[in-house]
């Protein structure tokens, strides 16, 4: 089992930078697909983006959805036991409870929520007008 803790979110003015980063413990990351994910009230959670673990040739796949791509960039350091996601000009729309969670399982196209076996307590975002 891992245990995840998102930190780096808080209010930001549009057009604005954040930088949440996801530490995992109880088990090495290395062996999870990690995702991102993001909560707004009143609306269901949603796919943000996605990074694989490693692959034997020592690549990524990475996956984003249409309304961050561009704009945000995941990545992971397996030494350091973390997911981090880069999130630039960000907009309102953008406000939301940020969740990273990991998977055990590493295929393509594992976009829904239900697919992630552990989660964090998540990170909120506000960006301001």
């Known amino acids: 089992q891992v245990q995840l803790v998102e930190s780096g979110g808080g209010l930001v003015q549009a057009g604005g930078s954040l930088r949440l980063s996801c530490a995992a413990s109880?088990?090495?990351?290395?062996?999870?697909?990690m995702g991102w994910f993001r909560q707004a009230p009143g609306k269901e959670r949603e796919f943000v983006s996605r990074?694989?673990?490693?692959?034997?040739?020592?690549?990524?796949?990475?996956y984003y959805a249409d309304s961050v791509k561009g704009r945000f960039t995941i990545s992971r350091d397996n030494a350091k036991n973390t997911v981090s996601l880069q999130m630039n000009s960000l907009n309102p729309e953008d406000t939301a409870v940020y969740y990273c969670?990991?998977?055990?399982?590493?295929?393509?196209?594992?976009?829904?929520?239900?697919?992630?076996?552990?989660w964090g307590q998540g990170t909120q975002v506000t960006v301001s007008t």
């Open positions: 969670a990991a998977d055990r399982t590493n295929l393509p196209g594992r976009y829904s929520a239900d697919n992630y076996d552990y």
């Open positions: 109880g088990r090495t990351l290395g062996v999870y697909a």
């Open positions: 990074i694989s673990w490693g692959y034997s040739w020592g690549g990524v796949s990475i």
